[in-house]
């Protein structure tokens, strides 16, 4: 038995295992990918303030590092389910349950699909939801990637370094993503906008070969020659599993409140798994701490001694 368990180790997980811990509260954080979350993801992260230009893979190490160091423990297992158990939890796992006086999810939101035919065939042949984890194998390559936000920006900026041409193809004429990022895109001699233009299919034998494209305007199709895609839709949380005590809204993100706890006693949510205006790493790290100091008072109301880091 912990007195925390936290289901995610992106920058909302180690930051409610940071606070958790310091506050002399036992703490497992479970994360089947080892930790870093989102982060591990993220080529360069410029607006995180206090640390300047740093790599998303460093940022992740270093808070790691400092959960650990606070005496998290990091428990790399996928937790399937939870379940109340009068005033406990239980974290199931493949095989192994772990048990929990309460629960943090920080499990965050996994990229959104485009849900056009090729896509899921070729995954790993072309197709790719993350240019920092395979923009390596499109040196001197012609890649497209699809989406208009700040995570298209960013995989074009760090694509546009490594590719021969970046086509940016976007569904619309207007950016979500910021305009100095726009600015700095526009000005690069290998990036190529394709705006009003969506997905029809993504095709190839063996590896992506082509992009069908349609012109929103005119309803015209054409095809661009691409040898990697990289899909920067968006995110979405994967929050059925814990549907039944994690109260959802009709997009499937936690309903929590200003605490960060919900409707059940002894849960919360931190992050980008929560309902929420802006997802950033600032916004999840302090989502984190609140999260942890909710269920530090939760604890404290019932009278349970901690459990101690050991
Ligand atoms: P986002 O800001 O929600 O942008 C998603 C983009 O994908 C939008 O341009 C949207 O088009 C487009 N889109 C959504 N569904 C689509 C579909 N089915 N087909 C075609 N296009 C579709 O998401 P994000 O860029 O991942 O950023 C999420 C948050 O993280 C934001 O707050 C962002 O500032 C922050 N952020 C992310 C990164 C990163 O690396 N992921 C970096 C810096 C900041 P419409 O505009 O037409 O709706």
Redesign the pocket.
């Known amino acids: 038995m912990k007195d925390v368990a936290i289901i995610g180790a992106g920058p909302a997980g180690l930051s409610a295992a940071l606070y958790a811990a310091r506050a002399g509260l036992s703490v497992q954080v479970f994360d089947a990918m080892g930790g870093g979350g989102q982060l591990t993801e ?1 080529a360069e992260v410029e607006n995180y303030i206090g640390v300047g230009r740093v790599t998303g893979q460093g940022l992740a190490a270093s808070c790691l590092a400092e959960a650990r160091t606070a005496g998290a423990e990091i428990v790399t297992k996928n937790v399937k389910r939870v379940e109340k158990n009068g005033l406990f939890f239980s974290l199931l796992c493949d095989k192994e349950r772990y048990e929990a006086r309460t629960v943090i999810l920080a499990n965050g939101a996994r990229p ?1 699909r ?1 849900g056009v035919n090729g896509e899921q065939a070729l995954l790993g042949r072309g197709v790719s939801y993350c240019a920092l984890c395979d923009g390596r194998f499109f040196g001197g390559k012609s890649v497209a990637v ?7 920006f ?1 995989e074009a900026l760090y694509l546009s370094r490594i590719a021969a041409t970046v086509h940016i193809v ?3 004429k ?4 910021e305009r100095s990022v726009l600015a700095r895109l526009e000005a690069m001699p290998n990036v190529v906008f394709h705006t009003n233009r ?1 997905v029809g299919a993504i095709r190839g034998d063996e590896r992506v070969e082509t992009l069908i494209l349609k012109d929103t305007d005119t309803g015209k199709t054409e095809a661009l020659r691409v040898e990697g895609v990289f899909i ?4 979405e949380p994967q929050n059925a599993p814990f549907a039944t005590l994690f109260p959802l809204d009709e997009q499937g993100y936690v309903i929590t409140d200003e605490r960060c706890a919900c409707a059940t006693d002894g849960l919360f949510a931190a992050g980008d798994t929560r309902v929420k205006v ?3 790493i600032s916004t999840a790290v302090a989502d984190g701490a609140n999260a942890a100091e909710s269920a530090r008072r939760y604890l404290e109301r019932r009278a349970f001694v901690p459990l101690g880091k050991k």
């Open positions: 993220i959104r485009l699809v989406g208009g936000g700040n995570g298209a960013a976007h569904r619309s207007q950016f979500r993503g969506t920067a839709i968006g995110r802006l997802r950033q």
